[in-house]
């Protein structure tokens, strides 16, 4: 009896978006192509699609798998075939399907589909929708698949008890205290759009506590709940109206981004919500009194995490290395691209499960008409249970957030309970920015680290463009053929066929801020130089020079691929413009510093730099680029056959960019190589 439920609450993670309804009001002689047309518009609102659609299957054909703690629920077949689907329902049987979850044969139905929401639905609206599912959906002839439910819940008998308990099947009634708009929300969030199927805690049979506002019970109503790992946020005067409007029409905004099967929810549900109705749930929503102990944590001004916080800790660190790239250290994120972590409601939520959740496993953004490309954030389950919590702990903890602590047995517990695959293991040890924190030398190879990661800004004189160390050398040096610096310090002093002579770490450092910064170099005895030579030699370990360095470089690629610089200018702007703008310029903040740097122009690396070179710049690009485009550790990273990689590196590299005065010094002995740019 509780299994569909529980499946319930699994599906109901596609939370809001099950948030519209068309006209409630409209009369039953509509014409029937536009009544067709509002049932497929009320087939969206309730994510008919999302949850009767198997993956790579026909629309509406059923097949699904939602596997729950009581065995495995398949959806149905939905379409208007006569033998597999509901094409021979009659309206009273599709409506008593959808007010008392009664199936055409007499049987229960699991309340995997949420009548309990549905049965406030208008007779308007349910014609509607029965109209469109018989006339507007192509018929499949698809026999259902058999659930396994184990023993008692795979006998319905017992869901007639539970209906008798807790279904209320009437219809919506508008309250006339209240405005039409806020009318309208209310039908919206608590039929169709069933909200309180996640975001509201269950009683002992796994019943919603409340289905609305109203009664005793009505404190209750979207105060959140956790479900399948996920945790449901309170929707209860949550954000500003404008801000949950735009969430469920793009799927983020200023305060967060959908994940989960939210992003679902967004790309098959709602974004096809007009915007009345958007408004009108947006109305309602924000009108809901805060319950006192459901912890609505209202926006506030971000603070800048202070420095002992972000570099002193383990934490802090460990947000540095890997999320700071997307997220920044300020925690703001990237509007359209990236969301932010302070002032987010999820992230600072009493219950931690879903920032663990997604940190585990990792997030793709939703596509819609508006966000056309998905970004997607790698799992970061490689990292220890320790790691996790302590850069977590920070997240929830800095710039202005108000989340508690979370301890390794919390990630522990939810890394049990989402049963990711293992790591695949890897030759390339990452090194890690707080291991530094147990060094003697710590305070010298955190600021090396620095140096690398916000060079512009701490070296101003030396750096003659707007790149940082950390453009070539991502996360300081430490992804795997992003020019990592593991090791590196082992193959110095050597000889450099570009100078022509043997040459020390030093002297390719300083080659570095004279190229790729446009610079000038630093005196080779700097408390600057010393640092970064310092942090770059903490990672060499016990490598030799005699021996190969896994991840070395920036990977190999195929030299005899010719360059189709067509193809590459499609492809710049396919993939590369998003970050690095149409014209090459980079992506800035408001505040005028570089998120993303510029790719050519006078702001970018100079013709002597070796990311200049065609080949070098595709095999950074294939292995690198673009970022947040898979869910590859560590950025997400990749996704460019060879072919396109040295396509648009050859576009990219022969843009207009700063000359090299030294270059006619350059290869003094032979050897240039072939796609050097002079």
């Given at each position: 009896?509780?299994?569909?439920?529980?499946?319930?609450?699994?599906?109901?993670t596609?939370?809001?978006?099950?948030?519209?309804?068309?006209?409630f009001?409209?009369p039953?002689?509509?014409?029937?192509d536009?009544?067709?047309?509002?049932g497929?518009?009320?087939?969206?609102?309730?994510?008919?699609?999302?949850c009767?659609?198997?993956k790579?299957?026909?629309?509406?054909?059923?097949?699904?798998?939602?596997?729950?703690?009581?065995?495995?629920?398949?959806s149905?077949n939905?379409?208007?075939?006569?033998?597999?689907?509901?094409g021979?329902?009659?309206?009273?049987?599709?409506?008593?399907?959808m007010?008392?979850?009664?199936?055409a044969?007499?049987?229960?139905?699991?309340p995997?589909?949420p009548?309990?929401?549905?049965a406030?639905?208008?007779?308007?609206d349910?014609?509607?929708?029965?109209a469109y599912l018989?006339h507007?959906?192509?018929?499949?002839?698809?026999?259902?698949?058999?659930n396994?439910?184990q023993w008692?819940?795979?006998?319905?008998?017992?869901l007639?008890?539970w209906?008798?308990?807790?279904l209320?099947?009437?219809?919506?009634?508008?309250?006339?205290a209240?405005?039409?708009?806020?009318?309208?929300?209310?039908?919206?969030?608590?039929?169709?759009?069933?909200?309180?199927?996640?975001?509201?805690?269950?009683?002992?049979?796994?019943?919603?506590?409340?289905?609305?506002?109203?009664?005793?019970?009505g404190?209750?109503y979207?105060?959140?709940?956790?479900?399948?790992?996920?945790?449901?946020?309170?929707?209860?005067?949550?954000?500003?109206?404008?801000?949950?409007?735009?969430?469920?029409?793009?799927?983020h905004?200023?305060?967060?981004?959908a994940?989960?099967?939210?992003?679902?929810?967004?790309?098959?549900?709602?974004?096809h919500?007009?915007?009345?109705d958007?408004?009108?749930?947006?109305e309602?929503?924000s009108?809901?009194?805060?319950?006192?102990?459901s912890?609505?944590?209202?926006?506030?001004?971000v603070?800048?995490?202070?420095?002992?916080?972000?570099y002193?800790?383990?934490?802090?660190?460990?947000?540095?290395?890997?999320?700071?790239?997307?997220?920044?250290?300020?925690?703001?994120?990237?509007?359209?691209?990236?969301?932010?972590?302070?002032?987010?409601?999820s992230?600072?939520?009493?219950?931690?499960?879903s920032?663990?959740?997604?940190?585990?496993s990792?997030?793709?953004?939703?596509?819609?008409e508006?966000a056309?490309?998905a970004?997607g954030?790698?799992?970061?389950?490689?990292?220890?249970?320790?790691?996790?919590?302590?850069?977590?702990?920070?997240?929830?903890?800095?710039?202005?957030?108000?989340?508690?602590?979370v301890?390794?047995?919390?990630?522990?517990?939810?890394?049990?309970?989402?049963?990711?695959?293992?790591?695949?293991p890897?030759?390339?040890?990452v090194?890690?920015?707080?291991?530094?924190?147990?060094?003697?030398?710590?305070?010298?190879?955190?600021?090396?680290?620095?140096?690398m990661?916000?060079?512009?800004?701490?070296l101003?004189?030396?750096?003659?463009?707007?790149?940082?160390?950390?453009?070539?050398?991502?996360n300081?040096?430490?992804?795997?053929?992003?020019?990592?610096?593991v090791?590196?310090?082992?193959?110095?002093?050597?000889?450099?066929?570009?100078?022509?002579k043997?040459?020390?770490?030093?002297?390719?450092?300083?080659?570095?801020?004279?190229?790729?910064?446009?610079?000038?170099?630093?005196?080779?005895?700097?408390?600057?130089?010393?640092?970064?030579?310092?942090?770059?030699?903490?990672?060499?370990?016990?490598?030799?020079?005699?021996?190969?360095?896994?991840?070395?470089?920036?990977?190999?690629?195929?030299k005899?691929?010719?360059?189709n610089?067509?193809?590459?200018?499609?492809?710049?702007?396919?993939?590369?413009?998003?970050?690095?703008?149409?014209?090459g310029?980079?992506?800035?903040q408001?505040?005028?510093s570089?998120?993303?740097p510029?790719?050519?122009?006078?702001?970018s690396?100079?013709?002597?730099?070796?990311i200049?070179?065609?080949y070098?710049?595709a095999?950074?690009?294939?292995?690198?680029?673009?970022?947040s485009n898979?869910?590859?550790?560590p950025?997400?990273?990749?996704?460019l056959?060879?072919?396109e990689?040295?396509?648009?590196?050859?576009?990219?590299?022969?843009?207009?960019r700063?000359d090299?005065?030294?270059?006619?010094?350059?290869w003094?002995?032979?050897?240039?190589?072939?796609?050097?740019?002079?």
């Amino acid at each position: 009896m509780a299994c569909g439920f529980k499946f319930l609450g699994y599906v109901g993670t596609l939370l809001l978006a099950l948030l519209t309804n068309p006209a409630f009001a409209a009369p039953l002689n509509t014409q029937p192509d536009e009544q067709v047309r509002r049932g497929e518009y009320l087939a969206h609102m309730g994510d008919c699609i999302a949850c009767h659609t198997a993956k790579e299957g026909k629309l509406m054909a059923g097949g699904l798998e939602f596997n729950t703690p009581f065995g495995v629920v398949h959806s149905t077949n939905i379409t208007p075939d006569i033998k597999t689907g509901i094409g021979s329902y009659s309206f009273e049987q599709f409506e008593r399907a959808m007010r008392k979850g009664i199936a055409a044969d007499g049987h229960n139905l699991y309340p995997a589909m949420p009548y309990p929401s549905f049965a406030k639905t208008s007779a308007s609206d349910m014609h509607a929708l029965y109209a469109y599912l018989m006339h507007g959906v192509e018929p499949v002839s698809q026999p259902n698949k058999e659930n396994d439910m184990q023993w008692p819940f795979n006998i319905r008998l017992g869901l007639k008890f539970w209906n008798l308990a807790f279904l209320d099947d009437a219809p919506f009634k508008a309250d006339p205290a209240k405005s039409p708009l806020w009318n309208r929300g209310a039908y919206i969030v608590q039929g169709l759009g069933h909200c309180g199927s996640c975001h509201t805690p269950r009683g002992i049979a796994m019943q919603e506590k409340a289905m609305s506002q109203d009664g005793d019970a009505g404190q209750y109503y979207l105060t959140g709940s956790t479900i399948e790992a996920w945790h449901a946020v309170n929707l209860r005067n949550h954000w500003e109206k404008s801000e949950i409007a735009k969430f469920l029409k793009v799927g983020h905004n200023s305060h967060a981004a959908a994940y989960g099967t939210m992003s679902e929810v967004v790309h098959f549900s709602t974004q096809h919500f007009s915007d009345s109705d958007l408004a009108a749930i947006a109305e309602y929503l924000s009108a809901l009194p805060p319950n006192a102990e459901s912890n609505v944590i209202k926006p506030k001004a971000v603070a800048l995490a202070p420095d002992n916080e972000l570099y002193k800790t383990r934490g802090g660190l460990g947000y540095v290395q890997f999320c700071s790239t997307c997220h920044h250290v300020d925690g703001r994120g990237m509007d359209h691209f990236f969301p932010p972590l302070a002032n987010n409601s999820s992230v600072q939520s009493k219950d931690p499960t879903s920032v663990i959740h997604v940190v585990l496993s990792g997030w793709k953004s939703a596509k819609t008409e508006q966000a056309k490309r998905a970004f997607g954030m790698p799992g970061y389950s490689g990292l220890s249970d320790q790691e996790l919590a302590e850069i977590i702990t920070f997240v929830r903890t800095q710039w202005g957030n108000q989340g508690d602590p979370v301890s390794p047995e919390e990630i522990k517990k939810v890394r049990a309970e989402i049963a990711l695959k293992p790591v695949e293991p890897s030759k390339f040890a990452v090194p890690r920015f707080a291991a530094m924190l147990s060094s003697p030398d710590a305070d010298q190879l955190i600021y090396g680290m620095r140096l690398m990661t916000d060079t512009k800004a701490l070296l101003p004189k030396n750096v003659g463009d707007v790149l940082v160390c950390n453009s070539c050398h991502l996360n300081g040096g430490t992804m795997e053929h992003a020019a990592p610096y593991v090791g590196l310090s082992a193959l110095f002093p050597s000889y450099a066929p570009r100078a022509g002579k043997i040459i020390d770490f030093k002297d390719r450092v300083n080659g570095c801020l004279r190229r790729s910064m446009n610079g000038k170099p630093l005196d080779k005895d700097s408390r600057e130089m010393l640092a970064m030579i310092a942090y770059m030699d903490n990672m060499k370990g016990n490598t030799r020079a005699d021996e190969p360095i896994p991840g070395r470089g920036v990977g190999k690629i195929d030299k005899s691929i010719t360059p189709n610089v067509d193809n590459g200018k499609k492809i710049y702007k396919d993939q590369c413009a998003v970050c690095h703008g149409d014209k090459g310029e980079g992506m800035k903040q408001a505040d005028g510093s570089y998120v993303f740097p510029p790719l050519w122009g006078d702001q970018s690396f100079n013709i002597g730099a070796g990311i200049a070179r065609t080949y070098t710049a595709a095999a950074f690009v294939k292995n690198n680029m673009p970022i947040s485009n898979t869910l590859s550790f560590p950025l997400g990273q990749g996704g460019l056959t060879d072919q396109e990689a040295v396509d648009v590196a050859q576009y990219f590299t022969h843009m207009p960019r700063p000359d090299f005065a030294d270059k006619r010094k350059d290869w003094p002995k032979g050897g240039k190589p072939a796609d050097a740019r002079y």
